[in-house]
């Protein structure tokens, strides 16, 4: 008897032991984040002085006019509180707030972390709403925005809160504040489009905003809904480190420790991308993907799933950034047979490097999509044969199992082995990100064609972010892809 009056004992001293050793080892990871972030660039005001935004209720109560005034409050600060502001060591030509730089946004030709609507010559056929990722700006999807332009549509692409400003506003931003914005968009589409249709396009965080409003779309006739979703390296889901990132701040509480509020703190040489990251913006990020995963059980559940639009993807079967099973198997299995597509680019089978491919990545492919039917098409981009750059598209149709193949004029160049997360909107002519640059459409600096060399630990730069694939090499498929029809969704 006694020993059973002591089991629950010796189990609370065992539960309490444990929780005291997750506890040692939660608070020795935040401490060992904040001191491996000390090296790391000092804190400047981009970092520290958060402009006004909107919230949610506020986004939800005005319109597109109103919208735009308080974004130029929000670009007005920045200008007062920042740029205005630079002590000496901080105007440098790479520094995207020095007014005397050659990628000081507001002396573009356009300003593209801005807000913008693109009209078509003519009549509009059709109006395109397009959202961008976290830490971006409405540049990364300009090219498919134009695309629609000169199809004769009507494109929207819409700043999400806290971005193309300073990278401290998401230090403050709420996911809330996004989907908020996303039914802003879509009320202008709505309102421009009268009977026309719209087509809702999203980039990695944009494409989590997407589907939630699609599906809430879909569950509630009264919000506009698009005709097609067309997703780009979708955000459905991202590493188990995210939910975890808020903890990476606590001790930001200390003065001391301010920098462990980041994830990274690197200059600011990209005129429309943060390229430092704070805890937040992780922490935010993760919560929308889980509000996205309720929300897609609830759309199961109510049965409301069963109106969803056609949804359009393509995504790198290897992204550093968002999960690619996750799209598969959290998003397209619960499809119902609606005309959706998956669009996978795959690795280079015949790059110069293959033999130092990792085997599990040579081998994701085929377990994460096993030969079996769908309610909806996949298509694979791949190697020809296992000799050869050249690349050819393999679809297997809905209900079936069989892959029909067709070649494609196109390869990979011989010295990428991979797309990436990022590289998807970008056409090798992008003035920023591409390979080859259009004369016409550059912005004094060339990231796509960077190729620095020296010795390791010198730059405060990561040598894999100097070395990610920032441009499409199959861009054309993806434009003659997505590229709008006036009638039924392609």
Do not use: C
Not at 141 to 165: D, E, F, K, S
Not at 272 to 293: G, H, I, Q
């Amino acid at each position: 008897m006694a020993t059973r009056r002591s089991l629950p004992a010796r189990l609370l001293r065992w539960v309490a032991v444990a929780a005291a050793a997750v506890l040692l080892l939660v608070i020795g990871g935040t401490f060992t984040h904040a001191w491996l972030m000390a090296p790391a660039a000092p804190i400047a005001a981009w970092h520290t002085r958060v402009p006004p935004e909107l919230d949610a209720a506020a986004i939800d109560a005005t319109d597109w006019k109103g919208y735009l005034a308080a974004e130029d409050r929000a670009f007005a600060f920045v200008d007062a509180e920042v740029t205005q502001r630079l002590p000496p060591g901080d105007r440098l030509p790479i520094n995207r707030y020095f007014r005397g730089s050659p990628i000081y946004p507001p002396r573009l030709v356009r300003n593209w972390n801005r807000s913008f609507v693109l009209e078509p010559a003519g009549p509009s056929a059709g109006v395109v709403v397009l959202l961008h990722g976290l830490t971006d700006a409405p540049y990364s999807l300009r090219h498919v925005a134009l695309l629609y332009q000169a199809r004769g549509w009507t494109a929207i692409g819409i700043r999400m809160p806290a971005h193309g400003t300073v990278p401290a506003a998401l230090t403050k931003a709420r996911w809330q504040e996004w989907t908020a914005a996303t039914r802003l968009a879509m009320r202008e589409a709505r309102r421009r489009a009268g009977t026309a249709p719209i087509d809702i396009i999203g980039y990695s965080n944009g494409g989590a905003l997407a589907m939630h409003h699609a599906l809430a779309a879909a569950a509630d006739p009264s919000v506009p809904q698009a005709r097609r979703i067309v997703l780009l390296s979708p955000m459905i889901g991202l590493t188990e480190f995210a939910r975890f990132a808020g903890v990476a701040g606590w001790p930001a509480v200390f003065p001391a420790f301010a920098k462990a509020a980041w994830l990274d703190i690197v200059p600011e040489y990209n005129p429309f991308k943060y390229n430092s990251f704070p805890v937040n913006a992780a922490r935010e990020s993760f919560a929308l993907t889980a509000a996205l995963r309720d929300t897609i059980d609830s759309a199961i559940a109510d049965g409301s799933i069963r109106r969803l639009p056609p949804v359009l993807t393509f995504q790198s079967l290897v992204d550093s950034t968002v999960s690619t099973p996750a799209v598969v198997h959290d998003l397209y299995d619960h499809l119902p047979a609606n005309g959706s597509e998956l669009v996978i680019f795959d690795i280079n089978r015949h790059a110069d490097f293959g033999p130092m491919l990792r085997p599990a990545v040579a081998g994701r492919l085929a377990t994460m999509l096993p030969t079996k039917a769908r309610p909806y098409r996949v298509t694979i981009l791949t190697n020809a044969a296992p000799d050869v750059d050249a690349v050819v598209e393999r679809t297997t149709a809905a209900g079936a199992t069989t892959a029909v193949t067709r070649p494609l004029d196109l390869a990979f160049p011989p010295q990428i082995y991979s797309l990436t997360h990022i590289a998807l909107p970008f056409p090798a002519s992008d003035g920023l990100y591409g390979a080859a640059p259009d004369p016409g459409d550059a912005f004094g600096v060339h990231l796509g064609t960077l190729a620095a060399r020296g010795e390791r630990g010198t730059l405060s730069i990561s040598l894999d972010t100097l070395l990610r694939l920032s441009w499409n090499p199959f861009f054309p498929y993806l434009a003659d892809r997505v590229a709008p029809t006036a009638g039924a969704a392609s």
